[in-house]
């Protein structure tokens, strides 16, 4: 039994993780080397919230058998003892954890980031990527192994170093590292998860945020169409310097198929002859066209989505203004949803998730209450350690544990996914997350899985330092941390506390306002210039709905899922801008030709939004922007 529940749990699991890398990610333009490495380690860091509470009710099981079936046979045991249906023999899990565990070690310290170099590398051969990947990461592995020298002397100076103080020193310098990376990430989680659950049951304060996006997003196309442009003209100008019997032209040809725009460009008319003697050929290097290169693969994929996020985001603002107006007025007959939609939609959906919200703080505050005090043995003061002891079936501490973990798992691996380094890290919806991106995210997951099954195993007190009597099989693979005394005595006692000082700050916004001190676009409720983004925001929403309600379609949802089929404002722009201009009538779909004339005879355009508003520089100074003055 115990082993079928634990192959449901691994499967389940496996299949949740396809569904999240499927909505950041496609499948079929992911490498499969990428592919398989994420959902591997995505796999591993989920699969923790159903494996330690089954190592821990396991554990509580051995220790009341050999408390009290000394002399007693193993069925009238299981009764006594109340054996949990997903008991499995501690030396089975004991495996499972030390495949979880190096498999984890290998993918976050050497596989992931090479794949991640490999992937950025402008290279155009396999060996050549390869190359720049070991060089990039010779950095990295160097000044870790100083850090790891350094330590190693210590702990010789400080004990005998033997076999299984060097495994130790290893697994702890692992730990230690992620640890520090899991503070941030769930301090941060831990207020935010309730923050934007509350926010979500506000269809108000929801709009409030998404007028600001759709300002954000669209200051976002405009710089992505201008770095395509700038990037578009400087292959054009290498396409002229390059001649044919330059041994570089092979080089520049690819750059020139991973340009959609200059695929229908006749550059069979340019004379190469001109420019074969020319000095300007000396200008142009193998390292610049690699630079090039990169440069050419990043700025299209970074504008194609833009432009997914900016159509998903207005048609998202839209219907969140229709669900606003819906809730000021009665329901009519003739309302877009039915009467148990609309009661469902505006009312209980809203209600559900404000109470979801304040029972996420109450965990919140529990964990962090129990972060603070797990470090003291006697008594126990952390919440989640007198559950566990309180509930007796094992059911019920398997339920308990789920719960904890569970919650604390969403909090960290929420921040993850919800961060964004400019344009070289963001997990965005509608399969728009580079392969850069789904690397680096399976690179951090990997590291915390470890740190965070050790952090809930302290706050039941469960682990080394207040378990002495009978290890988990978790524990038993990890070894105890006293090699190293200043680590296992001070920073993995008094580490947490911090978590509650992140907290605070993010209860407080202090981050948020210090970015948009800064500069940054950050949505802030009392900021002045936030609220022009919010404005400005709620202009753009009403002109889309204009052109959507005179063209039919403008502004609505299209399918994102695949990636070979631009939107509608990609098409436009890349006539508008880059390839010959293409006649309504070449359109074989009636409804294509009625928007297309509709557009053109018409002196507004949906897309032309990505030419003529002002740049973000222009918005900070001006509290009124002129965009609209046409309207």
Known sequence: MGFGLFAVELLAVFILVCLLLHRHGNFRTLHPAVTASVLIAWWFSFVIVFVVPMDISDTLYDKCARDHCVNITAANCT????????????????????????????????????????????????????????????????????????????????????????????????????????????????????????????????????????????????????????????????NRLVSRSNELRKFVDIIIEKCPSLENEDLANVNFDDYANGRDDVTISRSSLVSVHAKVISVHTNMHRCQVLWDITVSDGLDLEDWVLMRNKEYRADSKLGLIQYY????????????????????????????????????????????????????????????FISYMCLCAYYTIFKLRLFNLYYMAPAQQTDDYSLLFSATVLSRLTTPLSLNFLALVHQDTRYNTDIQTAFTTIMGSFEVIPFIAQGFNVYYPILIALIGIATLLKVGTRCMAFLGFQTFVQDDEISMDYVEEGKQLLNRERRSKERGGGGGGKQDHNNSSKPSTSSKRYESKKLLPSKSAADHTNSFDNDRARLLDSEDYD??????????????????????????
């Open 344 to 403: 469902v939609r505006i009312f209980i959906i809203p209600i559900l998730l404000k109470a979801i919200s304040v029972l996420f703080a109450l965990i919140s505050i529990v964990i962090i209450w129990s972060e603070m005090l797990f470090s003291v043995k006697h008594p126990t003061l952390t919440i989640c350690a007198l559950l566990v002891d309180f509930v007796k079936s094992p059911a019920m501490v398997v339920v308990v544990c789920i719960t």
């Open 79 to 238: 009764v006594i003892c109340n054996q949990p249906l997903s008991y499995l023999p501690q030396e089975y899990l004991e495996v499972f954890w030390n495949i979880v565990f190096w498999s984890s070690q290998l993918l976050t310290w050497l596989i992931l980031p090479l794949l991640s170099s490999y992937v950025a590398a402008g290279e155009f051969t396999i060996s050549g990527k390869v190359k720049t990947a070991l060089i990039e990461n010779a950095v990295i592995y160097g000044t870790l192994g100083i850090l790891f020298g350094v330590l190693l002397i210590y702990v010789v100076a400080s004990k005998h170093l033997d076999k299984e103080a060097i495994k130790v020193l290893c697994i702890t310098a692992s730990n230690t590292w992620g640890l520090l990376v899991l503070i941030f990430l769930m301090g941060y989680g831990l207020v935010q998860v309730p923050r934007a659950c509350w926010e979500r049951g506000s269809y108000s304060e929801l709009l409030t945020q998404k007028r600001f996006d759709v300002s954000k997003i669209k200051i976002e196309v405009e710089e992505a169409q201008e770095k395509l442009s700038q990037i578009i003209e400087e292959v054009r100008h290498i």
């Open 606 to 631: 949906a897309n032309s939004l990505l030419d003529t508003a002002p740049s973000s520089s222009y918005r900070k100074q001006s509290k009124k922007s002129s965009l609209f003055d046409d309207v």
